[in-house]
């Protein structure tokens, strides 16, 4: 699966779990580290979790990579690494006050 593919891939399993204002960042000028960066946000802390969870079980059942998952515990945002795409999840106030899409954007 090539980066394109990924990102598709974890819009689409973000979407599946009703993420909200889901935006896709290439990054792939300005980053070594991934391509893309996809920032969603979940309406609590179940939420986040639920989308997290969802593009995580999915992956793996596609046999995609999984290199780490963080912030699972806290639920406030959790960043999900799939190498060409890495994926975070947070609620409304964590993302407003981190403001990514600015940061990356």
Do not use: P
């Not at 973000?14 to 993420?19: G, T």
């Not at 999984?66 to 699972?72: A, K, L, N, S, T």
């Amino acid at each position: 699966m090539n980066s394109k593919q990924l990102l598709e891939f974890v819009v689409d399993k973000a979407d599946d779990m009703k993420a909200v204002d889901i935006i896709e960042l290439d990054v792939s000028e300005s980053s070594s580290i991934t391509d893309f960066m996809v920032i969603c946000s979940g309406t609590s802390k179940r939420h986040v979790h639920a989308i997290a969870n969802n593009v995580n079980k999915e992956a793996r059942a596609a046999n995609l990579e999984i290199i780490g998952m963080e912030g699972h515990d806290v639920g406030e945002w959790v960043l999900l690494d799939l190498g060409d795409v890495v994926l975070h999840v947070m609620q409304e106030q964590t993302r407003d006050f981190y403001q990514l899409e600015k940061l990356w954007g």
